[in-house]
C-alpha cells in the first residue's frame, strides 16, 4: 500500500501512508501538529509510533517477525491469553528502558512489569496519558474467556488526540463512559468478543471519529460498514489484521 490519502477529523489533519516495513499504517496529526502512526500487524497486535518512540501493544510471535521491529520503549498487554500475551516477542522486542504494562494475570504470567488495573491511569512516554478500561464478556456462555475486572482495554492520549484500544471485550455499559475519542480500536468475532451487530452497537455508545474492527478472525467484516454507513458520522476503515 504505497497511497497516500489526506483527510480532516474533528479538525486534525489525518494522513494514511505506507510504513517502511510490510505493514499497513496510518498517521494522525494531534492539535500540536505531531504525528501518530498506527502500524496494523495482525489479530489483536499494533504498534504506535509517536516522538520517534514506540509502543508495542499485545505482541505475538505467531503474527510477525519482531526482530524485524524497532525495540519498543512501551509494551502494552490488555490480558494474558496466548493471542496476546507472547512471552517470546515480549523479550524479541525488550530492551534495558523498555517500560511494560499490563493487567494483573499477565503481569504475573510475565514476570515483571507494571499493574494496571480498570479505573488506573499513568504517563508513558512522559507526556502520553493511558487509562485502563474495562474489557469482559457480557453474554453468559462466553463469561468464563473474558471475565470482568480481569482484563484491560487502553485509552491513549497523545496531545489531545485520544486512541482506544478495547483488547476482548463485548458491548459493555462501560463505553458510554469513553469520551471524545478520535480513533477506535474494536474486536470482532466470535465466539470470544463481539458479533458485527455488537460492534456496531459498541461504536454508537461512544462514537469515535475513526473505526477500526479487529482481532476479526473469519469474520465477514464489510457488514460493520452498512451497520453504521446510516445515522452515523463513524468512519469505518479496515486494515488486514485477520
Request: hydrophobic share 35%; net charge positive; glycine share 6%.
Amino acid at each position: 500500500m504505497n497511497t497516500k490519502l489526506v483527510m480532516f477529523v474533528c479538525g486534525m489533519l489525518v494522513a494514511a501512508s505506507a510504513w517502511a516495513g510490510p505493514y499497513d499504517t496510518d498517521t494522525f496529526k494531534t492539535k500540536s501538529n505531531k504525528e501518530v502512526v498506527i502500524t496494523f500487524i495482525k489479530h489483536g497486535s499494533l504498534m504506535l509510533t509517536y516522538g520517534g518512540k514506540h509502543i508495542q501493544i499485545d505482541p505475538v510471535s505467531q503474527y510477525a517477525d519482531y526482530a524485524t521491529f524497532p525495540k519498543a520503549d512501551v509494551i502494552l498487554i490488555t490480558h494474558e491469553h496466548p493471542d496476546h500475551l507472547d512471552l517470546k516477542a515480549i523479550q524479541t522486542i525488550t530492551k534495558n528502558t523498555t517500560e511494560l504494562i499490563a493487567n494483573e494475570a499477565s503481569q504475573k504470567k510475565i514476570g515483571k512489569g507494571k499493574v494496571v488495573k480498570n479505573g488506573d491511569k499513568a504517563t508513558i512516554l512522559g507526556t502520553v496519558t493511558l487509562e485502563a478500561v474495562p474489557a469482559y464478556n457480557t453474554t453468559p456462555e462466553r463469561k468464563m474467556y473474558h471475565p470482568r475486572y480481569r482484563d484491560n482495554g487502553y485509552v491513549l492520549t497523545f496531545d489531545g488526540l485520544r486512541i482506544y484500544i478495547a483488547g476482548d471485550t463485548e458491548d459493555i455499559p462501560e463505553l458510554k463512559n469513553l469520551k471524545n475519542i478520535n480513533v477506535a480500536f474494536l474486536p470482532v468475532n466470535q465466539p470470544y468478543t463481539m458479533t458485527v451487530e455488537q460492534a456496531a452497537n459498541a461504536a454508537k455508545m461512544f462514537s469515535p471519529k475513526v473505526l477500526y474492527p479487529y482481532h476479526y478472525s473469519t469474520t465477514v467484516i464489510e457488514g460493520l460498514k452498512n451497520e453504521l454507513k446510516c445515522n452515523t458520522e463513524i468512519e469505518v476503515r479496515i486494515r488486514q489484521m485477520q
